[in-house]
């Protein structure tokens, strides 16, 4: 079945360094993508739709500038979270599906720990 | 807009005993359903779906129905395992294929005990 591959699936880095998260699509080619954070007691909030070759398209309150989304093919996307802080330590998920009358599929998320 | 309103947990279950999420949305349109199961550590797995009225969704002994008059996609199992313990989210989508985001419901942690 559909495979969407997260990485890495930790990170601890330092305040105001910057880290990158890669979600690839395995079996399927995905020209959308879905980038979501999970809080604390399970709420997710999606960030971003990535799509490939344009740009991508951000919730509300996020900072697109702060989270950098890059969609360069069609089974790759990636999550740059930028000086990273404190308050950036969270569970990043990346989602896909393979197209029409598709479910999505998630990665298995990335646990950013910023100290 | 679009929202997912599923029962606030924790729930906890002893093994056998009959489970029920409820689930209720909004949605201006004829969305797509879907349980959503998350693990301890992982990402989200997708339980079953549901993509029109009266439609039931069921999967690994978990079931739900698409109601249309009452908004609803509440989940059930039977029987529940402690290996069902997890957190379970609701979502609709509306339109069709993968290009449309989902949204989801808060989640429900469920513990089930020996």
């Known amino acids: 079945g559909a495979v969407v591959s997260q990485h890495p699936s930790r990170v601890i880095c330092k305040s105001g360094t910057s880290v990158k998260i890669e979600c690839r699509s395995l079996d399927f080619q995905a020209t959308t993508m879905f980038w979501y954070r999970q809080f604390p007691k399970q709420s997710l909030m999606l960030m971003a739709t990535?799509?490939?070759?344009?740009?991508?398209?951000?919730e509300q309150g996020v900072e697109k500038d702060k989270f950098l989304i890059n969609h360069a093919s069609l089974t790759l996307s990636t999550l740059t979270v930028t000086s990273a802080h404190p308050e950036d330590s969270s569970f990043y998920i990346c989602?896909?599906?393979?197209?029409?009358?598709?479910?999505?599929?998630f990665g298995n998320g990335t646990r950013l720990t910023v100290t | 807009g679009d929202s997912v309103t599923q029962m606030e947990g924790p729930v906890t279950l002893s093994e056998e005993a009959f489970l029920t999420i409820n689930c209720t949305y909004t949605a201006t349109g004829y969305p797509s359903l879907f349980w959503y199961v998350q693990y301890p550590g992982e990402g989200l797995q997708l339980l079953l779906k549901a993509t029109k009225a009266d439609d039931k969704g069921s999967n690994k002994g978990f079931e739900a129905t698409y109601r249309k008059e009452t908004t609803s996609f509440h989940l059930e199992k039977g029987s529940v395992q402690v290996s069902d313990s997890a957190v379970y989210f609701c979502?609709?989508?509306?339109?069709?294929?993968?290009?449309?985001?989902?949204?989801f419901g808060k989640g429900t942690l469920l513990t089930v005990n020996p």
């Open positions: 979502a609709l989508r509306e339109g069709g294929g993968s290009n449309y985001k989902l949204t």
């Open positions: 990535s799509n490939e070759g344009s740009k991508a398209t951000y």
């Open positions: 989602s896909a599906g393979p197209g029409a009358n598709s479910p999505l599929h």
